[in-house]
């Protein structure tokens, strides 16, 4: 939260995704294409811990999961559990408002082919674990997939063996934070059958459940 959790716009922690940013930045230059900041209030509850920006999502609009197929399902899922409030249109200014939930990206670069490397993972996990102990109201974490999961940990310094990633699953971790788990919303997930709307908005109504 706050100036020292926001890796600078030239970041060079990870070289190769510096130079695929630049590659972008020449193609698009009416892109964001910069490491995507949280979206959210500074002292929500609920921390939505996402992946990476999408080439033409947030790399693209610089918001997390704004201009690609993921945001639909999530955003709708936040706005009918009162996450949110406003109307999702896929762009940074559509008027969309986050209540009491923040989300940040694990890794904050566009990765190719939307895969960062373990050690892209790594090297940004410091700005994460800067987020997650910066903000003192957060009590949730959501892990939207297993990298997501693995990062939450990673920036908490703890062993994955002993917090194993299942959707649905919750994991009360040290310090306070409960760490809930979702299959990713993204595309191929519900496209595969892997992740239903119905299954995705149960998680949310879970954690409404949860913070009340
Ligand atoms: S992914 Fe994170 S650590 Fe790597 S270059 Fe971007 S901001 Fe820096």
Redo the contacts with the bound molecule.
Sequence with gaps: MGEQCL?PRD????PR??EFLAEQREAHPDWFNA?VPPFGPDDARLAIIGLAPGLRGANRTGRPFTGDFAGHLLYGALIEHGFARGRYDERPDDGLELMDAVIINA???VPPQNK?LTA?IR??NG?LRCELESRRTLRVALALGKVAHDAVLMARGLVRARYRFAHGARHELPGGLVLHDSYHCSRYNTQTGRLSEEMFHQVIADIRGELG
Excluded at 11 to 14: E, T, V
Aim: proline share 19%; with cysteine.
């Design positions: 890796p970041c060079g922690l990870c995704l510096r490491p890794v904050r670069c960062p892209e090297a940004c700005f």
